[in-house]
T-cell receptor, first 112, second 111 residues
Framework: QKEVEQNSGPLSVPEGAIASLNCTYS??????FFWYRQYSGKSPELIMS????GDKEDGRFTAQLNKASQYVSLLIRDSQPSDSATYLC????????????FGSGTRLLVRP | NAGVTQTPKFQVLKTGQSMTLQCAQD?????MYWYRQDPGMGLRLIYY???????DKGEVPNGYNVSRLNKREFSLRLESAAPSQTSVYFC??????????FGPGTRLTVL
């Protein structure tokens, strides 16, 4: 079992729809959770951080965390073609506050 | 603020050659990291430096060395490059327990 798992996709949604990206993790002690967006040929860009159970909203993005189920998700409302990218989930390791474990990413395609 | 900068952007080496990848950050972060990213493999941690004066191995340290020159700078050295080290290399930095911020990357090809 991978430490951080994501569906590789591609997840294809029409413009204006809600895109839902999911991530599960294995380390029950993890405390910090991050979503990064990576355009093709570019570096990962932080878009959301979440540390406690529940929802956190920032503009069109909502991160949801459920520690009991070891599940974190990212919702993108009113999806735009410019949101087409790979989304990486990252989780800190309980044995290290410094190290993050990254999922392999979900590729999102927003159709005009 | 420039954030995290990396040099060079692109590099082609022959097998056995050596090179150093440079990374600098201006966010006053304590921790710095080196990753490689290969298709289908995701981001893999090579080395990290939790604070100035310390370095530790990550998942894939073989064939690499690092130097934390000062708080701002963290370099990655390939002593004898191999084709298996063809990859995109990212440097990142973070405050303690904070998110990591990435540089633009170095695309390295080893022939």
């Amino acid at each position: 079992q991978k430490e951080v798992e994501q569906n590789s996709g591609p997840l294809s949604v029409p413009e204006g729809a809600i895109a839902s990206l999911n991530c599960t993790y294995s380390d029950r002690g993890s405390q910090s959770f991050f979503w990064y967006r990576q355009y093709s040929g570019k570096s990962p860009e932080l878009i959301m951080s979440i540390y406690s159970n529940g929802d956190k909203e920032d503009g069109r993005f909502t991160a949801q965390l459920n520690k009991a189920s070891q599940y974190v998700s990212l919702l993108i409302r009113d999806s735009q073609p410019s949101d087409s990218a790979t989304y990486l989930c990252a989780v800190n390791r309980m044995d290290s506050s410094y190290k993050l474990i990254f999922g392999s990413g979900t590729r999102l395609l927003v159709r005009p | 603020n420039a954030g995290v900068t990396q040099t060079p952007k692109f590099q082609v080496l022959k097998t056995g050659q050596s090179m150093t990848l440079q990374c600098a950050q201006d966010m006053n972060h304590n921790s710095m990291y080196w990753y490689r990213q290969d298709p289908g493999m995701g981001l893999r941690l090579i080395y990290y430096s939790a604070s100035e004066g310390t370095t530790d191995k990550g998942e894939v340290p073989n064939g690499y060395n690092v130097s934390r020159l000062n708080k701002r700078e963290f370099s990655l050295r390939l002593e004898s490059a191999a084709p298996s080290q063809t990859s995109v290399y990212f440097c990142a930095s973070s405050a303690t327990k904070g998110p990591q911020y990435f540089g633009p990357g170095t695309r390295l090809t080893v022939l």
